[in-house]
């Protein structure tokens, strides 16, 4: 069974940084893309960045775009583990919300910003940004 888990999130004021962590455990397939994706109260979820299988081709939500970076630490990772990260900085307010961590295991996948295309998601982890 894959296991996806977020950790790294807390309160932080505006102005700060935080990294979000993503662990993807018992997997057994390769080249595939993750992304991150958001949830503030009373919103839908909502697409913030993906990173594709090459961990070249990358997409972000405007609202993001220059403060937020994805990676993949694969120095790190194992057969049986992944890592991977959310670096987000000059936070805002408006970035409360839960971030959820997700898999799309189509191979060679450039990742994408529909939450379906996604096969494997974590629990989410909160981020709250005071002002």
């Known amino acids: 069974q894959v296991q996806v888990a977020e950790s790294g999130g807390g309160l932080v004021q505006a102005g700060g940084s935080l990294r979000l962590s993503c662990a993807v455990s018992?997997?057994?397939?390769?080249?595939?893309?993750m992304g991150w994706f958001r949830q503030a109260p009373g919103k839908e979820r909502e697409f913030v960045a993906s990173?594709?299988?090459?961990?070249?081709?990358?997409?972000?939500?405007?609202?993001v775009k220059g403060r937020f970076t994805i990676s993949r630490d694969n120095a790190k990772s194992t057969v049986d583990l992944q890592m991977m990260y959310l670096q987000m900085n000059s936070l805002k307010p408006e970035d409360t919300a839960v971030y959820y961590c997700a898999v799309d295991i189509l191979a060679y996948s450039r990742g994408g910003m529909l939450a379906g295309q996604y096969d494997y998601w974590g629990r989410g982890t909160q981020v709250t940004v005071s002002s």
């Open positions: 990173l594709g299988w090459d961990d070249i081709s990358t997409n972000y939500a405007d609202s």
């Open positions: 018992r997997h057994t397939f390769n080249n595939y893309a």
